[in-house]
């Protein structure tokens, strides 16, 4: 009987956690579907890293672009941006200065304008989840500029198994400045301490890449992280009565108000053939699968994706590759992080399967030179109606797009007379092919079949016990 009861015992405090976790919510104001409006002086901004006559080339302009956006801001800047520091083993690589360079350009721009309302939101994760303060986002706030740490607590918990006992065991310890163990992104970095360590064992994030000011919006896949300076991404800046939504989408993780930014309406403009709105979280999940579920024989889906493994999207593509519609699918290999090399998962597992599945299905890997393929694209191209784009912070995984971290994504509607349209194609293509230029190679190059990284994405996808 005594057995019987610790057994009872123990199963409840490892259960209810658990079933607590499960319920777990995020902020209010996020899950956002805005409506469709016109966008105005529509860029579509890509960066891109490949081979030509046995060197490596680099094309990067979001970055650029992002400068030139705060730059020529007049009344207010909005920032949220994942990664924002510049930690790295200086020893064995070396980036471009781009965190320092933005956060000079913020500064500089408050000194200017005094007045001007200067939003900054980042993730925990710069600040290693309380161990320290990075040094950059230090400067931010010592020269004015509100800064808001996302707060954890207030994102719904993608890996149950463990956000239930630490919230219930573990996180009374706090996550108090300074520690003892070496800095995970810079041998010479602050250290961290244990109850930061743990904290980051929770793995959700605040992973939105999204600017706006009263002149311009960009949307992007990009962080203007050091060591992601080399990433492929893609990127839309735009102007028009969606960046309202944004501004609404991002103010609502912050506890100030701010009027001035909130009481900002478009001035209409000239026409536009593009029509785009703001989708963020679990709403990015219903558009894909709204769009392919509209596809038929004689449609296309082209996806360009650093992470691929949400098990209901996989199983709507090979449905639809069975309509007749023709899937194509680049990849990122999942085999460099910063210096790591990882084992390939999930990407080269599932997709791999996926095309065991159903051969139709056309998968090339983007061949990486110790860089991401970072980019997150979805073209969706109807053969009787206009194109429809999916693009922004989210990869395809239940953790980005199931409502568990913060994302931001636009939809845009493309007809295929306009620029826009031709520009997603041309960037396709010109991957897809090679063009003028080594980018991709075929799926049996990296063809994954192995019996346990078969078995453990799928495992780690459904649990959440990932990084993905």
């Given at each position: 009987m005594?057995?019987?009861i610790?057994i009872?015992?123990v199963?409840v405090?490892?259960i209810?956690?658990?079933i607590?976790?499960?319920?777990?919510?995020?902020?209010?104001?996020?899950?956002m579907?805005?409506?469709?409006?016109?966008a105005?002086?529509?860029?579509?901004?890509y960066?891109?890293?490949?081979?030509?006559?046995?060197?490596i080339?680099k094309?990067?302009?979001?970055?650029?672009k992002?400068?030139?956006?705060i730059?020529?801001?007049?009344d207010?800047?909005?920032?949220?941006l994942?990664?924002?520091?510049?930690?790295?083993?200086?020893k064995?690589?070396?980036f471009a200065?781009?965190?320092?360079?933005?956060?000079?350009?913020?500064?500089?721009?408050k000194?200017e304008?005094?007045d001007?309302d200067?939003?900054?939101?980042t993730?925990e994760?710069n600040n290693f989840?309380g161990?320290?303060?990075?040094?950059?986002?230090?400067?931010?706030m010592?020269?004015?500029?509100?800064?808001?740490?996302?707060?954890q607590?207030?994102?719904?918990?993608s890996?149950p198994?463990?956000?239930?006992?630490?919230?219930?065991?573990?996180n009374?310890m706090?996550?108090?400045?300074?520690?003892r163990i070496?800095?995970?992104?810079?041998?010479?970095?602050?250290?961290?301490?244990?109850?930061?360590?743990?904290?980051?064992l929770?793995?959700?994030a605040?992973?939105?890449?999204?600017?706006v000011t009263?002149q311009?919006?960009?949307?992007?896949?990009s962080?203007?992280?050091?060591?992601?300076?080399?990433?492929s991404?893609v990127?839309?800046s735009?102007?028009?009565?969606a960046?309202?939504?944004?501004?609404?989408?991002?103010?609502?993780l912050v506890?100030?108000?701010?009027?001035?930014?909130?009481?900002?309406?478009?001035?209409?403009?000239?026409?536009?053939?593009?029509n785009l709105?703001v989708i963020?979280?679990?709403?990015?999940?219903?558009a894909l699968?709204?769009?392919?579920?509209k596809?038929?024989?004689?449609?296309?889906?082209n996806?360009?994706?650093?992470y691929i493994?949400?098990?209901?999207l996989?199983?709507?593509?090979?449905?639809?590759?069975?309509?007749?519609?023709?899937?194509?699918?680049?990849?990122?290999?999942?085999?460099?992080?910063?210096?790591?090399e990882?084992n390939?998962?999930?990407?080269?597992?599932a997709?791999s399967?996926?095309v065991d599945?159903?051969?139709?299905?056309n998968?090339?890997?983007?061949e990486?030179?110790?860089e991401?393929f970072?980019?997150?694209?979805?073209?969706f191209?109807?053969?009787?109606?206009?194109?429809?784009?999916?693009?922004?912070?989210?990869n395809f995984t239940?953790?980005n797009?199931?409502?568990?971290?913060l994302?931001?994504?636009?939809?845009m509607?493309?007809?295929?007379d306009?620029?826009i349209?031709k520009?997603?194609q041309?960037?396709?293509?010109?991957i897809?092919?090679?063009?003028?230029?080594?980018?991709?190679?075929?799926?049996?190059?990296?063809?994954?079949?192995?019996?346990i990284l078969?078995?453990?994405?799928?495992?780690?996808?459904?649990?959440?016990?990932?990084?993905?």
């Amino acid at each position: 009987m005594k057995k019987k009861i610790i057994i009872v015992v123990v199963l409840v405090l490892l259960i209810v956690p658990f079933i607590y976790s499960l319920m777990s919510k995020s902020y209010d104001k996020s899950n956002m579907a805005g409506e469709f409006y016109a966008a105005e002086d529509v860029e579509f901004l890509y960066d891109l890293r490949y081979i030509k006559d046995d060197e490596i080339k680099k094309e990067s302009v979001i970055f650029e672009k992002q400068m030139e956006a705060i730059e020529e801001a007049k009344d207010f800047i909005v920032l949220d941006l994942f990664l924002y520091n510049d930690e790295y083993d200086r020893k064995k690589m070396t980036f471009a200065n781009q965190v320092e360079e933005m956060t000079d350009a913020l500064i500089e721009k408050k000194k200017e304008n005094p007045d001007m309302d200067i939003v900054f939101i980042t993730d925990e994760l710069n600040n290693f989840y309380g161990a320290y303060t990075q040094k950059n986002i230090k400067k931010l706030m010592e020269n004015d500029i509100d800064v808001t740490i996302t707060n954890q607590k207030q994102i719904r918990d993608s890996n149950p198994l463990y956000s239930g006992f630490y919230k219930f065991y573990l996180n009374w310890m706090g996550s108090p400045e300074g520690g003892r163990i070496r800095n995970l992104f810079d041998p010479n970095g602050p250290k961290i301490s244990v109850r930061s360590f743990l904290r980051l064992l929770n793995f959700k994030a605040n992973h939105r890449k999204v600017l706006v000011t009263d002149q311009r919006a960009i949307v992007s896949s990009s962080n203007p992280h050091d060591p992601s300076s080399n990433h492929s991404n893609v990127a839309i800046s735009f102007y028009g009565k969606a960046m309202e939504d944004l501004i609404k989408s991002e103010l609502g993780l912050v506890k100030k108000d701010y009027p001035n930014i909130m009481s900002f309406k478009v001035e209409s403009g000239e026409k536009s053939d593009v029509n785009l709105r703001v989708i963020t979280e679990g709403k990015i999940y219903n558009a894909l699968r709204e769009n392919i579920s509209k596809t038929q024989k004689g449609d296309k889906i082209n996806i360009a994706i650093f992470y691929i493994a949400d098990r209901k999207l996989l199983n709507d593509l090979e449905e639809a590759s069975k309509r007749g519609v023709e899937v194509n699918i680049i990849a990122d290999l999942n085999k460099d992080a910063f210096g790591i090399e990882k084992n390939g998962s999930p990407n080269r597992p599932a997709l791999s399967e996926l095309v065991d599945k159903n051969p139709d299905i056309n998968v090339r890997w983007y061949e990486t030179h110790g860089e991401q393929f970072h980019t997150k694209l979805a073209f969706f191209d109807f053969s009787k109606e206009d194109a429809r784009a999916v693009l922004g912070s989210a990869n395809f995984t239940r953790r980005n797009i199931q409502n568990y971290n913060l994302e931001t994504d636009v939809e845009m509607i493309l007809p295929k007379d306009g620029r826009i349209y031709k520009e997603f194609q041309n960037y396709y293509n010109r991957i897809w092919n090679n063009e003028d230029g080594e980018y991709t190679v075929p799926i049996e190059k990296y063809y994954e079949d192995g019996f346990i990284l078969r078995n453990l994405w799928k495992f780690q996808e459904k649990t959440g016990l990932c990084t993905w």
